[in-house]
């Protein structure tokens, strides 16, 4: 069996052991999990219906029906006339040919709020049940994301080759045109549908606000500067992110240095099969809190990675979620000061049989991120 094929068996298994009558894929990274796809929906809504004991069937406008008729995956088409359409030809009436109004019907949690209130004739379930095959990858997902784990790396190594004291960030910004040709290089393609390659480099005070995009003008000069490389490669996800000097760092902030370096140690000593995130993240945020950066901390321990550079499991307090083999994380604790600089490392970490394995490798000691030659 493909493996598009045995990720639809999968979910077929999980819909008949609920007990549902269907359920209903539509997100543009579900239809490509399941049938290896690139699709660009648009305004126009397509399905894939998944039923127990039956092919599964793909409603589609008639615009990609010949596309779609291409999939290896064994399954029927059904086709409308377009978004919108007349009396006849919309995608509900197509989707009430199939599914009786009575029908139990699931939608996974990503769907659009458009397209739920479209549904609600169905009540249908807002179930997990996409979210929690993609969270355990397959040995052939785990070598994508180890093959994106070394290039997001090499991301970072030549954003931060560019780095120097005086340096405004548009003079790094060709890092990302250097990468991408490295990756086309070696991988003979960048599917522009499944991809994206994004280097950045926070100059410090920005660092200490980890979502505020860099602008072309800040420059980089004294105290902690984050770099970041978060990137797509051909359907999967790595990111890489060191906390670097460009001058020598102050006393205090080689300390609170250190101490972030050892917030992401326990981090990783905590993680492993069977593992609580909820548990991981108190660990570390306990960690910090009795260091006294208790108001320096702006966010968790870490998220999962795969398809999406941010899925489940999420590594927080608070979380349910219970680590298992084959899933991929990141661990990037951070201390924040308003005005001084943020300090975070951020790795892409497999959970395997007996522990974890780190898929990025740069240095994280302030001696290698210290850049002042």
Not at 46 to 55: H, T
Not at 252 to 258: L, N, P, S
Not at 348 to 366: F, M, N, Q, S, W
């Amino acid at each position: 069996m493909t493996e598009h094929a045995t990720r639809l068996a999968n979910l077929e298994k999980a819909v008949t052991a609920i007990g549902l009558d269907a359920f209903l894929i539509s997100t543009k990274d579900s239809i490509y999990y399941f049938t290896g796809f690139r699709y660009e929906p648009f305004e126009r809504p397509f399905f894939i219906v998944v039923r127990p004991g039956q092919k599964p069937l793909f409603l589609t406008p008639r615009i990609e029906a010949e596309n779609m008729a291409t999939i290896a995956v064994p399954h029927d088409l059904v086709e409308y006339i377009d978004y919108p359409a007349p009396a006849g030809g919309s995608y509900l009436e197509a989707l009430q040919s199939i599914l009786p109004t009575g029908a139990t019907v699931g939608v996974e949690m990503m769907i659009t709020g458009e397209l739920l209130v479209a549904l609600s004739a169905w009540s249908p379930q807002v179930l997990p049940l996409v979210e929690r095959l993609r969270a355990i990858k397959s040995p052939t997902e785990v070598n994508a994301i180890r093959r994106a784990a070394t290039y997001s790396d090499r991301g970072l190594e030549l954003a931060m080759g560019l780095a120097a004291v005086g340096r405004r960030i548009s003079e790094t910004d060709h890092a990302n045109a250097l990468l991408r040709e490295e990756i086309i290089a070696a991988e003979g393609h960048l599917d522009p549908y499944t991809s994206s390659v994004w280097q950045g480099l926070w100059a410090a005070p920005f660092s200490a606000q980890p979502h505020r995009f860099p602008e072309p003008s800040d420059t980089l000069g004294a105290g902690p500067n984050v770099g970041l490389s978060f990137l797509r490669v051909n359907g999967y996800s790595a990111e890489t992110e060191r906390t670097f000097f460009v001058t020598q760092p102050s006393r205090q902030d080689a300390e609170v240095f250190e101490t972030m370096v050892e917030a992401g140690r326990i981090g990783f000593a905590a993680i492993g099969p069977g593992v609580s995130c909820h548990d991981v993240d108190h660990k570390v945020m306990s960690f910090l809190r009795a260091e006294g950066f208790g108001d320096n901390l702006l966010h968790r321990t870490g998220h999962g990675i795969g398809m999406g550079g941010h899925e489940g499991p999420w590594v927080a307090e608070g979380s349910d979620d219970i680590l298992q083999e084959n899933m991929v994380i990141s661990i990037e604790p951070g201390i924040y000061w308003r005005g001084q600089g943020g300090f975070r490392h951020s790795d892409t970490v497999l959970i395997t049989a007996d522990g974890y394995e780190c898929l990025t490798h740069l240095p994280r000691d302030i001696s290698a991120m210290t850049l002042t030659g």
